[in-house]
């Protein structure tokens, strides 16, 4: 447990399997440490470590770690994995500086892994696999693939059950169409909820069937193919992102049942099914879409195909100005009984104006007898956004659904006040104004709840005292201000310090004859 092997040079030859309790240190910046056991190398509560610039090489043979046993690569220094099978150990760094691709661990030869969490740099150069079978993976670092026209693997094969899982808070890099994330036919990979795979490439390869709960991102000019062995072998319970300029293809199908899909790039599929989560983007989608009770965030989606919606899905509008204001643009027939519409009002409360119009929701007019309207908004009603912050006319012409008239709710000039009045303070003194402005009304209406000791100008908001004020009896007054303008109602919380001071004779006559039971009450 004591001791140390350390520089470079050859541990075992393929003759001896070997038992670490010590310490093993690759840290000979001109000869490796070739770890070459006989079958394999166990290390038991050690250490094996590369570091001062040293390459630790793991030859054919299975390494494993049992009690705690530590396998960490340091800055500047390599791991390099030549045929070797690594099972129920963690791939960890040491010394570790703002720089992970410092702490690299590298394919010489296409390896194997069980049940081992990576947390540092792993490259897989181009025409070599990463083998993972019966376990998971547990990517807390990065694994990128350096393809360069060969196939370059991460293979997942599980033996006893088919089901793969690919989980931690790292990300797999693809950036080359024959980088590969796939598997023996018919294996279940199960995408992590904190993990990421990211880039360019094929992650299938009609070999896979995947649930992702994590995050799949195509991110780069290189088109990020789906490619599940069924046609229905995907399903969407995390996060799908394409970003402007990028294309993620899904081979066959794309079924949502949770989670996100953010298109701002091309998503393309067979067809594509949302039962639940959410469709958004300022992007295209090419695919026949189907949507259940799930919701499109309108945002700038063109959507080109065919488009069912149930009576469950929801059309989701965010409205801040005429420049800024979502619309969905479907270019192929639409179907539907009747959906929700749902709008916001993001604006600042001043940057709409009567005349206004939005073109929210554009479909071919020749399908306009098989959508009439949504059933929460028929032609003609006003209607309200979810913030009750504004609402407007609906109207429906030739494939168009239109917003117009927009109202917009008081606004408060601060989300909050604070006043001070002295205590003693005779009835209809000043404390200050709660006011609020509306951009298309002049009527406002002002309440004030919480406190009778003080009242408010219905008009103006101007707060004035109403009753009986004492420090000692109670310093401070949380109220609440509302204010109206016949349709909607902001409110306001004000609170006022009633001040202390300096009793004289005088002012306690006073307080006698004005508090609770004196001549004054």
């Known amino acids: 447990a004591s001791h140390t092997i350390a520089g470079g040079g050859n541990l075992g030859l393929n003759t001896l399997n070997i038992q670490n309790h010590g310490t093993v240190r690759a840290n000979d910046v001109v000869v490796p440490l070739i770890l070459d056991p006989l ?7 050690g250490q094996v470590l590369a570091s001062g610039g040293g390459t630790a090489t793991f030859l054919a043979g299975t390494f494993s770690s049992v009690n705690n046993g530590v396998y960490k690569v340091g ?6 994995l030549s045929g070797a099978t690594l099972q129920n150990l963690t791939l960890g760094v040491e010394n570790l500086d703002s720089n992970l691709s410092n702490n690299v661990v590298d394919l010489a030869a296409t390896s194997t892994v069980s049940n081992v969490t990576n947390e540092s740099f792993l490259t897989v150069p181009n025409a070599l696999n990463l083998n993972v079978t019966d376990g998971d993976l547990t990517n807390n670092g990065v694994i990128r693939l350096d393809g360069t026209g060969s196939f370059t693997q991460l293979w997942f094969n599980d033996t006893t059950d088919q089901t793969n899982t690919l989980n931690g808070s790292g990300t797999v ?18 995408h992590g909820a904190s993990h990421t795979v990211e880039g360019g490439g094929n992650i299938g390869f009609n070999s896979l069937n995947i649930q992702n709960h994590g995050t799949l991102r195509a991110n780069i000019a290189l088109k990020l193919d789906i490619d599940t062995l069924l046609a ?3 399903t969407n319970f995390g996060n799908l992102e394409t970003a402007a300029g990028s294309t993620m293809d899904f081979v066959n199908n794309l079924t949502q049942t949770s989670g996100l899909s953010k298109v701002d790039g091309i998503m393309e599929a067979n ?18 879409v189907t949507v259940g009770a799930a919701t499109i965030n309108a945002d700038s989606l063109t959507i080109n195909g065919t488009v069912s919606l149930a009576a469950s899905s929801i059309i989701d509008v965010d409205i801040a100005s005429t420049s800024v204001a979502d619309r969905l643009d479907i270019l192929g027939a639409l179907t539907s009984p009747g959906a929700l519409l749902q709008l916001h009002y993001t604006g600042n409360g001043s940057s709409l104006a009567p005349g206004d119009t939005f073109p929210i929701f554009v479909y071919p007019p020749a399908s306009a007898p098989a959508f009439n309207a949504f059933s929460n908004a028929p032609g003609g009603i006003r209607k309200t956004t979810v913030d009750n912050r504004a609402s407007f006319i609906v109207s429906y012409s030739a494939g168009v659904v239109t917003l117009s ?4 709710a008081p606004v408060f000039t601060s989300t909050a006040f604070s006043f001070s009045v002295p205590e003693l303070s005779v009835p209809n003194t000043a404390v200050g104004t709660a006011s609020a402005t509306d951009h298309d009304s002049a009527n406002l209406t002002y309440s004030l709840s919480g406190s009778a000791a003080f009242a408010i100008n219905t008009q103006t908001g101007a707060i004035r005292v109403n009753g009986f004020l004492d420090f000692e009896t109670q310093a401070t007054h949380n109220v609440t201000v509302s204010v109206t303008d016949g349709e909607f109602t902001a409110m306001v919380p004000v609170t006022i310090h009633v001040t202390d001071i300096a009793e004289t004779n005088t002012h306690i006559v006073l307080e006698l004859l004005a508090g609770p039971g004196g001549a004054f009450e």
Not at 75 to 80: E, M, V
Not at 271 to 288: H, K, Q, Y
Not at 405 to 408: N, R, W, Y
């Open 173 to 190: 890099f693809l950036s080359h169409a024959a980088e590969l994330v796939r598997g023996n036919s018919g294996v279940l990979l199960i």
């Open 39 to 45: 079958a394999t190398f166990i290390n038991d509560a």
């Open 405 to 408: 008239l927009p109202h917009l």
């Open 271 to 288: 067809a594509m099914t949302f039962n639940g989560g959410i469709l958004s983007g300022d992007g295209s989608v090419n695919a026949p």
């Open 232 to 234: 229905t072998g995907f």
């Open 75 to 80: 800055d500047g220094s390599f791991f390099s």
